[in-house]
């Protein structure tokens, strides 16, 4: 069966400080992977998805940025947190069909909260 | 461009009577359409998804939701509830034509479930 992990849990920064949030997903290969945000419990802001191994699209311009060192893992970072970067981050990964006929549900990591104080 | 409507924040219904979530779309082409369930500090949880073929689509814990093109909506049923229903509901679509498989989400209606 195929998991999906985040770490940490949670995390406490102070602005201007370096960001790692990591995502592993386990007994799948080639998935769809994605990175949410989720300010105040509502809705989800899609920031980064990836096909593949280096292939990272950008969907909202910002403070963070995103990597795919290996097949299934996927990295979020930043250089220098802001306040505003605060919130509930959340990686998702898909079962990759043809890039445009891709029906399939995603399957979301734990999540990790960020305060940035 | 696609999006997604869940015009209620909140729905509160008693236990034990049926329970409506409320989801309206837009698509340019087909629309694949999905409901998630999120408990707090968790991550979402998939229920159910349309992608074609029968209207009614049945899902997880005796949820179903109904596709209604001319009305461009999927809402969320469930004939009985339980308070262990009581938690954030997504609706999510995503065009046919999408790449990648992208998926806009709705802010999520919170539905809580009294005994």
């Known amino acids: 069966s195929q998991t999906i992990h985040q770490w940490p849990a949670t995390l406490v920064q102070p602005v201007g400080s370096p960001l790692s949030l990591e995502c592993t997903v386990e007994g799948t290969s080639n998935p769809n992977l994605y990175w949410y945000r989720q300010a105040a419990g509502r809705g989800l802001q899609l920031l980064f998805y990836?096909?593949?191994?280096?292939?990272i699209s950008s969907e909202v311009p910002q403070n963070l940025s995103a990597s795919r060192p290996q097949d299934r893992q996927f990295i979020l970072s930043s250089k220098k947190l802001l306040l505003s970067d605060s919130g509930f981050y959340l990686c998702?990964?898909?079962?990759?069909?043809?890039?445009?006929?891709?029906?399939?549900?995603?399957?979301f990591g734990p999540g990790t909260r960020l305060t940035v104080l | 461009a696609q999006s997604v409507a869940q015009p209620e924040d909140q729905v509160n219904v008693a236990e034990g009577n049926p329970l409506t979530v409320k989801c309206t779309y837009s698509?340019?082409?087909?629309?694949?359409l999905f409901w998630y369930v999120q408990y707090p500090n968790r991550g979402l949880q998939f229920l159910l998804k349309y992608i074609t073929g029968d209207n009614l689509v049945k899902g997880s814990y005796g949820f179903e939701a109904e596709f209604n093109k001319s009305q461009t909506s999927f809402h969320l049923k469930k004939p009985s509830a339980l308070v262990s229903d009581s938690a954030l509901y997504f609706c999510?679509?995503?065009?046919?034509?999408?790449?990648?498989?992208?998926?806009?989400f709705g802010d999520g209606t919170t539905l809580t479930v009294k005994p």
């Open positions: 999510a679509v995503r065009d046919m034509g999408t790449n990648a498989g992208k998926s806009t």
């Open positions: 698509v340019s082409g087909n629309p694949y």
């Open positions: 998702a990964w898909s079962v990759s069909r043809s890039a445009f006929n891709s029906y399939n549900e995603q399957f």
């Open positions: 990836s096909v593949g191994i280096g292939q």
